[in-house]
């Protein structure tokens, strides 16, 4: 039987160059980054395309305000059960 396998994200306390300097920009109003980013903090070649497509897909043109599109995402979570 294979082990469960996680990645263990990068904590922002623990982040260095740009890493660092990429969660510097989309850190939280409680101030801190989402779960999501963090995990994506081990290559940050993945976590610069991680941004640049969410900023695309929830903030991008479109005729879908912030909050529909959100909805969208939160609706999709709960259908697929995920957890986050």
Same mark, same amino acid.
């Given at each position: 039987m294979l082990a469960s396998m996680w990645i263990r994200p990068?904590?922002?306390d623990e982040a260095e160059g740009e890493v660092a300097a990429l969660y510097a920009g989309v850190t @939280?109003?409680?101030g801190g980054v989402d779960n999501i980013v963090k995990a994506h903090g081990r290559h940050p %070649? %993945?976590?610069r395309a991680l941004l640049t497509f969410y900023q695309g897909v929830m903030h991008g043109?479109?005729?879908l305000g912030l909050? @529909? @599109?959100e909805m969208i995402a939160v609706t999709v979570s709960a259908l697929s059960d995920c957890g986050y």
């Open positions: 990068i904590q922002e @939280r109003s409680w %070649a %993945a976590l043109d479109g005729p909050t @529909r @599109r």
